[in-house]
Structure formats: structure tokens, C-alpha cells
């Protein structure tokens, strides 16, 4: 079977010899006003596999995210996790499948007021699962897995440097050991060789946790790095899906286009006026 649909509105070829599905995403439409950004999007985000969702910035990537994550509330469309329905699903099934979840928000989004164990700790705390004092300790071990020391533990969000931010966001995110880990732009902002680390770093905790990842990025190297598969997002859908492998022929105009960043080609960009 083809990898590719290009130019079509079909869905993406089911990954019929991968895992079964951790994510099932299947007609999922969102729109902010007259702003329609996703359209009838389907994607399968296969068990144990880092999947990494490309496409141009406001193509609507985060907004897939957070609407697998309950953050934003779909118009229509299912999102299955482990077979369990998650559009429209009482707080309880919500609540429950959460506790599956680790996050890196774009940016690192941080508590500014926390310092950074209690950050780390924050979901373990929230939860009420463990004690201060063993959170402090769970904090600091996870720390160690990013690469951080514990003299960093006392520290505040504002006194670590970009790199470091996002190592806290990480050590955040798996804290828990959360099966499912979605990454939103995990180097956005950082210089290419600390971009590396943590791209290093993502490969080995998705890696060493045996979780299924989803990501999403417009950084080329970063998808070349962590991806298992690659889905590419354009007009509300994903248009293209493959093993990272096939990226470079992938036979698809717009993920060529995309892939060699030319502006060039199917994908229509529109230039806004400034000011
Ligand atoms: N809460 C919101 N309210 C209104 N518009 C939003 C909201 N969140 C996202 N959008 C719009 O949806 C589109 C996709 O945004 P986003 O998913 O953040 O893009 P990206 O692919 O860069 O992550 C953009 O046009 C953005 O302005
Ligand atoms: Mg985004």
C-alpha cells in the first residue's frame, strides 16, 4: 500500500504491520470563528513509536495537541486513547486517562513562583500521590535523567538559562513515567547545539520509558532526530504519513516542499501586512 495520498482529502494509510494505536484520531474538526483550522483530521499514533506531526506555524499543531490533551474542546470528531473515548467523555474517564499523560509545553511554561523541584514534582503533588519529601526526592532523581544536578533543585524558573528551562520542562514532563509524552516544539528558541541535546534527550527518555510519543515541530532536524513517523499537517488535515525514512521521498509535493523549505511549491503562504 502507497504511503502517500498526495493531493488528496483521504485518510492517511493505517499503519497496518505497526502497534496497535495508543492514539486514534478520526475526523476531528476545529474552528475559532470563521477560522477553520483543522477539518476532518485523522491520524493513528502507533504504540511505542515517537510520531512527529509536522507542518507551517497556525497550521494548527497545537491545537491537535491540546485537543488530545482536553485543553481545547473539539466541534466534532473522535480521539480514542487505549480504545477509550475521550470526545465528550465524563470527567472521570478524562481524569483518568490524563494520569497516562506527560507534557512539554512550548516554551516550557514553568511556574515562575516555584522552584524548579516543585515544578518537576508539580503533577506528583497535585495528584497528591507521594509526600513532599519523597517528591522533592522523585524531583531530584528526574532531574538527574535530564542531565541536571541537585543544586538545581532550589533554583527559580527565572535564574536558569533557555536550555535548562526546557530540561526542567522535560524532567516535568516524565515525572510521573507517563505512557503517552507530547512534546510541543521541544527546541523552539534554543541554538542548534543545545537544540541537539535536547533532541538527544527526548530520543532517550521516550526511549527508556518505552512510552509512545507525539511531537510537533517545524524544525527539520529535530523531526530527523526523534521521529519514529512523521505525519505532515496542511488545510486542517494530515496530508501525508510515513516512516521518518521516507521523508526525503516521501513522493508528496507539499511535504517536499516543507522537507526543503522552499517557498516554492503547492503550499500557499500568506503574506500578512505588517503593522
Ligand atoms: N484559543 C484560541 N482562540 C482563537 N484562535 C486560536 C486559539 N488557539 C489557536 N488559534 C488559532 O488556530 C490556528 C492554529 O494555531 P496553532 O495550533 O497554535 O498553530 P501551530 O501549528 O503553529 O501550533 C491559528 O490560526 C491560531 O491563531
Ligand atoms: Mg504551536
Not at 503517552?180 to 527546541?187: A, G, K
Amino acid at each position: 500500500m502507497p504511503e502517500t495520498a498526495p493531493n488528496t482529502t483521504a485518510a492517511p494509510a493505517p499503519a497496518a504491520t505497526l502497534a496497535p494505536a495508543k492514539i486514534e484520531v478520526r475526523g476531528l474538526s476545529k474552528r475559532f470563528g470563521t477560522n477553520r483550522v483543522l477539518e476532518g483530521l485523522d491520524l493513528d499514533v502507533p504504540a511505542g513509536r515517537s510520531l512527529v506531526v509536522i507542518g507551517g506555524s497556525g497550521t494548527g499543531k497545537s491545537v491537535l495537541i491540546k485537543s488530545i490533551l482536553g485543553i481545547v474542546k473539539p466541534d466534532a470528531g473522535s480521539i480514542r486513547v487505549d480504545g477509550t473515548e475521550l470526545v465528550g467523555a465524563p470527567r472521570r474517564t478524562l481524569d483518568e486517562a490524563r494520569k497516562k499523560f506527560g507534557m512539554l509545553f512550548q516554551g516550557a511554561a514553568l511556574f515562575d513562583s516555584l522552584p524548579v523541584w516543585e515544578n518537576v514534582a508539580f503533577g506528583l503533588l497535585a495528584r497528591r500521590l507521594v509526600d513532599r519529601r519523597t517528591a522533592r526526592e522523585r524531583a531530584i532523581a528526574t532531574l538527574a535523567k535530564v542531565g541536571l544536578g541537585p543544586e538545581a533543585a532550589d533554583l527559580y524558573p527565572a535564574e536558569l538559562s533557555g536550555g535548562m528551562q526546557k530540561r526542567v520542562g522535560l524532567a516535568r514532563a516524565i515525572a510521573a513515567e507517563p505512557e503517552i509524552l507530547f512534546f510541543d516544539e521541544p527546541t523552539t528558541g534554543l541554538d542548534p547545539i543545545m537544540a541537539d541535546v535536547i533532541n538527544e534527550l527526548v530520543r532517550r527518555l521516550v526511549r527508556e520509558l518505552g512510552a509512545t510519543a507525539l511531537s510537533i515541530t517545524h524544525d527539520m532536524a529535530s523531526v530527523r532526530k526523534i521521529a519514529d513517523r512523521v505525519a505532515m499537517l496542511y488545510g486542517g488535515k494530515i496530508i501525508w504519513e510515513g516512516p521518518v525514512e521516507r521523508l526525503d521521498d516521501s513522493g508528496n509535493p507539499f511535504v517536499d516542499q516543507f522537507v526543503h523549505g522552499r517557498a516554492e511549491g503547492p503550499i500557499r503562504v500568506g503574506i500578512q501586512r505588517i503593522g
